[in-house]
């Protein structure tokens, strides 16, 4: 089933789904507490929200809000405190850290502020890489794709030093879609960025995310980035407002 | 595995991992270098101490020796020749056809062709000079030494009696090459064929005689270690170790000079691969974090890592031994002319140990920070700040720990050595850390007092010194391990230079060449007035000197069948030489015990390792019998001999009024100095009757054995001091990338290249003094307990190694942290920036 996504106009700010597709992601009552020193700190307090399959979601907020422990949390990078977290249907915030790294595996992907490239890689090797620590036999092959689709073919061979800031993005949004995952996490990805390299990225991202039909969160500070996705959610102090 | 060997070519792009796989192969390089040459240089020695041997390994029998020991050796490639000793009295025909014969007991040797296999038989030439002489002793012939020549009357061209056989005396020799053994033996030599012993009839049943099969050849050693599991009753294997004291000393000392310097290449191996591995570690922490959010389970990730640092490991290892092999190649081919023989070619053993310590060390080092790592947080990823699990903590130390001790011993092969040198280094670590954290915590008092300013007021100058303080922890580490690095290389300077001449000067220029025995008491002060003084003023010294076998230990009676050392047997079946001295001679020193007074009566002190050979000690009671009179004494003390010193020594002394009634006999020993052709003539003339030995050839022997190390030394050090250079190198850039960052970030604030070069140049000296200092140090520390413990020689701090050291470390960690940083004054800073910290 096709799902219905509202139109960028029609922006809302809401933790429930603006579609009725099946849910990607849903986060029940998600709690995190960091010890700092002898008292409790609260960066998250009982939030709960519910990404649709297909939609796009922006989680806004200031510094210190907890956008990026939400992220984390819904890309089963860290583990709640308290509440639960499933990917379609399946609750993920309970498995074994090796079981849900291996639900991640090809089903998540990722693009970075600091665009977590490996140095030592070229810029094809970086693509390569989930696929290759899937299994896959058509690693270079595919990877190469994706490069020339984000405009990078003729820099396959190069090094991320020898990249430039936009440049080693699009390496990063290609290494995102290389294995089709259903979801795509993004944290603050125009952060090192100027405006215009920023654009363009996003209008990359945006793109091959609707080409892919992947389901897209990101965390930004830039309402203007967020007014490109369905739907966003604020968050301030640890909560949803 | 394809994405392991995929991901060690990619690695391999990186400067961390070209430093760590450098690192590691220059540890293998070194390691299997110095092994490789000091075993090859260690053999060249043995062999030519051999030469005292007159070959390069000889088996003993009380019986003829079973033909299957020649043919072993003849398979293997070997010369053998058999010879007969045995003692016999030897006649010159009666002169003018009168009836009175001159005889004397004599060392009767009978040879086969060709002899000797080592060394050669020497003869005087015309004028007075040696002369090696080319002949073989055939069937009808003998040769004399000139001592029954000049005893007997007779020269060459004469017939003597020997048994039934009228041989013709073929040549007067001067010396044979055989000369480790036992030279308290006073009889003369006699040289004879082998073939002829049969028809003298002098070996019936039951006559005593050493049967010998001596070998030489390349592989001697491994016929001799052989052998040795074969070896039946009365049959041994006889080595110049451990029939010369002399140049079993020498040897030893030279295997312990090489063997330091082996293991310090080891110890400065450790500290370069642990930085090395540190900076490494700290770039795989990326690699992994994105490993886990990609969806790398933390067994996955683990396997990954740990199959990348095998690889990693093995291409390193399998450089280091190509270079180990080039290098030691190379520094044979250099000292070629150093050696008397060619040096024998190098064994496998040494590469393949050097291999195992290279994937011992970085596997060891490397797997409790590769688990630490494989559990890295994936949300890392998001938050680069956060905590990381540490580098392994307690099993990361037990771990590296255990794979310093064990190659440790894989070079020394001996758990205790093993343990003090691992417990020494953690010890040394422990204490350069403190050192460190003292020498910070000045410096910080340094900077706050503000007495800087006042030296000009250079803010630049305190900004970098306080970036020393800011980054505590590093900089105690990294002041710690560059100490440790200086340490090592001064160490090795100091072995190379004082330690070593310390070990020359003990075998002085003037020490005995000529031993005089068997001479009589009513003779002693006549040839002290023949006898040149000994250092100048003092006469010679005159020992007595009783034979004694021992007959009984604590009244039980004693044979050679109750002991199972072959040494033990011997000494049982010989006669001890017990000697007289009121007081400890110079050079002795007491172990146990003490040393008993002029006056005491029934006591005797013993060498220390002739009383382990015996098993006894102090308490017990021997019996002696000297000339069928019993002689009992108690063990009072045990003595370590200074053998060095090439003076009289007796593993046996006893009060003098013990040895007053005994018949006895003197000894004494004097330099003559090469040329003196006049004093010995005279000797003998005055006391025909004394024997003298002529010990210069053993004293050469050793002499040159020690110039060689001192060559091979010099290699060995140039080889460790590259280690030492890569370890500072790896110690000065542990922290540049930090340094690169922080400057970069002073200059995007404004501060002028200027102000960064002097901040750069206060924190590389104040860096470079402090590793000096504590590397001056420890070394002081270090060479003390090597000269007094390890090589026991005297110790002498000479001012120059400590300055030069203490200057060099400041100088090289300052050369090396402004090359290592300079890049950062010329690149745009934004470009350092990008990069990150």
């Known amino acids: ?241 | 595995m394809n994405l392991i060997l995929r991901f060690v070519r990619r690695e391999l792009r990186s400067t961390e991992a070209r430093i760590l796989v450098l690192a590691l192969a220059l540890a293998v390089a070194s390691v299997g270098a110095v092994a490789m040459f000091a075993d090859r240089v260690k053999v060249a020695f043995a062999n030519q101490a051999n030469v005292l041997l007159g070959a390069d390994a000889m088996i003993s029998g009380d019986r003829p020796l079973p033909e299957a020991f020649t043919q072993q050796a003849l398979a293997m490639g070997l010369k053998v020749t058999h010879s007969t000793r045995f003692g016999s009295m030897v006649s010159a025909p009666a002169k003018d056809g009168g009836a009175a014969k001159d005889s004397a007991l004599s060392d009767v040797k009978a040879v086969s062709s060709p002899y000797p296999l080592r060394g050669e038989i020497e003869v005087h030439g015309a004028n007075g000079e040696r002369v090696p002489l080319k002949a073989n002793v055939n069937a009808g012939e003998v040769f004399v030494d000139e001592r029954l020549a000049t005893r007997l009357g007779i020269k060459a061209g004469d017939t003597i009696e020997v048994g039934k056989l009228t041989p013709r005396v073929a040549q007067v020799f001067a010396e044979e090459p055989e000369i480790a053994g036992n030279f308290m033996s006073a009889s003369p030599k006699v040289l004879m064929a082998n073939a002829d012993v049969a028809a003298s009839e002098l070996l019936g049943p039951g006559s005593r005689a050493t049967y010998r099969l001596q070998v030489a050849g390349d592989r001697a050693q491994e016929f001799a270690d052989t052998i040795k599991a074969k070896l039946g009753p009365g049959q041994r294997l006889e080595t110049v170790r451990e029939l010369r004291p002399e140049v079993r000393s020498t040897l030893e000392k030279s295997e312990q000079f090489l063997g330091l310097a082996a293991s310090f290449a080891v110890f400065l191996a450790v500290v370069a691969i642990v930085l090395a591995l540190r900076r490494y570690l700290k770039r795989e922490l990326d690699t992994a974090t994105l490993f886990r959010t990609l969806g790398a389970g933390q067994r996955q990730t683990l396997m990954h890592f740990v199959g990348q640092f095998f690889v990693l490991a093995l291409i390193a290892c399998a450089l280091g031994v190509a270079i180990a092999f080039a290098a030691q190649a190379g520094l044979a081919f250099a000292v070629r002319g150093l050696f008397a023989s060619t040096l024998p070619p190098a064994g496998w053993m040494p590469l393949v140990k050097a291999f195992a310590t290279g994937l011992v060390l970085l596997l060891g080092f490397a797997i409790p920070p590769l688990v630490a790592l494989s559990s890295t947080p994936p949300v890392r990823a998001l938050r680069r700040d956060m905590p990381t699990a540490s580098g392994g903590g307690a099993l990361a130390v037990a771990l590296g720990g255990a794979a310093v001790l064990s190659v440790v011993m894989m070079q020394s092969q001996d758990l205790k050595t093993g343990a003090i040198f691992v417990g020494g280094i953690v010890a040394l670590v422990g204490a350069a850390t403190l050192l460190a954290v003292a020498l910070l915590w000045l410096i910080r008092r340094f900077v706050r007092s503000g007495k800087l300013a006042m030296l000009g007021g250079a803010r630049s100058w305190a900004y970098g010194l306080a970036n020393l303080d800011r980054r505590r922890l590093s900089t105690a580490l990294q002041i710690a391990c560059l100490g440790l690095g200086v340490m090592t290389l001064i160490t090795v300077g100091f072995v190379r230079t004082d330690l070593f001449s310390a070990w020359q000067k003990s075998i002085p220029a003037d020490a005995p060449n000529r031993f005089l025995i068997n001479i009589q008491s009513e003779q002693v002060d006549a040839l002290r007035k023949l006898l040149p003084t000994t250092q100048g003023t003092k006469p010679a010294a005159f020992y007595p000197m009783v034979r004694g076998r021992l007959i009984a230990v604590n009244d039980k009676t004693v044979s050679a069948k109750d002991y199972s050392s072959e040494q033990a047997k011997r000494l049982i079946d010989r006669e001890f030489n017990l000697s007289a001295s009121s007081t400890l001679p110079p050079g002795n020193k007491i172990l146990s015990g003490e040393y008993f007074s002029a006056t005491e009566q029934g006591v005797m002190s013993l060498e220390d390792g002739i009383a382990k050979t015996l098993n006894l000690n102090v308490g017990d009671r021997m019996t002696f019998d000297v000339a069928g009179d019993k002689v009992e004494v108690k063990v009072t003390s045990l003595r370590k001999v200074d053998w060095d010193s090439f003076k009289v020594n007796f593993f046996a002394l006893v009060p003098e009024a013990t040895l007053a009634p005994l018949p006895k006999s003197y000894i004494t020993a004097v330099h003559l100095p090469a040329g003196d052709n006049k004093t010995l003539p005279t000797v003998v003339a005055a006391a025909p009757n004394v024997l003298v030995i002529d010990v210069s050839e053993i004293m050469t022997r050793v002499r040159s054995i020690v110039d060689q190390v001192a060559s091979a030394l010099e290699f060995v050090f140039a080889f460790t001091l590259a280690a030492g250079l890569l370890t500072l190198y790896t110690a000065v850039i542990a922290t540049q990338d930090e340094r690169r960052y922080d400057t970069a970030l002073i200059r995007t604030l404004g501060g002028t290249r200027s102000q960064i070069r002097s901040a750069l140049i206060a924190e590389f000296s104040a860096l470079g003094g402090a590793a000096g200092l504590l590397g001056v140090l420890g070394a002081l520390a270090l060479t003390w307990v090597l000269a007094t413990r390890v090589l026991k020689i005297e110790f002498s701090a000479s001012p120059t190694v400590w300055i030069v050291g203490f200057a060099a470390a400041t100088g090289l960690t300052l050369l090396a942290g402004w090359l290592g940083t300079r890049s950062v004054l010329t690149t745009p800073p934004i470009q350092v920036l990008r990069e990150g910290a």
């Open chain 1, 1 to 241: 089933m096709t799902p219905v996504i509202p139109d960028t106009a029609t922006i809302k700010v809401s933790s429930q789904p603006s579609s009725n597709a099946p849910p990607a992601i849903q986060a029940d009552t998600l709690s995190r507490v960091v010890p700092l020193g002898e008292r409790q700190l609260t960066i998250l307090d009982n939030v709960s929200l519910t990404v649709a399959e297909g939609e796009t979601l922006a989680i806004v907020g200031a510094s210190g809000s907890g956008k990026t422990t939400l992220l984390g949390l819904l890309a089963g990078l860290d583990r709640p405190n308290h509440g639960s977290v499933a990917w379609h249907g399946e609750t993920v915030s309970s498995l074994s850290e090796d079981a849900l790294a291996k639900r991640r595996q090809g089903a998540i992907g990722f693009v970075f502020q600091s665009f977590q490239l490996l140095p030592a890689l070229t810029a094809l090797e970086n693509v390569m890489l989930p696929l290759e620590l899937a299994g896959a036999n058509d690693a270079q092959t595919r990877a190469q794709d994706w490069l020339n689709r984000v405009g990078l073919g003729e820099r396959v061979d190069h090094l991320p030093k020898q990249l430039s800031g936009g440049e080693q993005q699009r390496v990063a949004i290609a290494r995102a879609f290389v294995a089709s995952p259903s979801i795509v996490f993004a944290d603050e990805p125009t952060g090192n960025l100027d405006t215009d390299t920023g654009a363009e990225v996003v209008e990359l991202m945006f793109t091959l995310n609707r080409e892919q039909g992947t389901t897209l969160v990101l965390v930004t500070h830039d309402l203007e980035l967020a007014s490109r996705c369905h739907r966003m959610v604020r968050l301030a102090r640890g909560k949803v407002i």
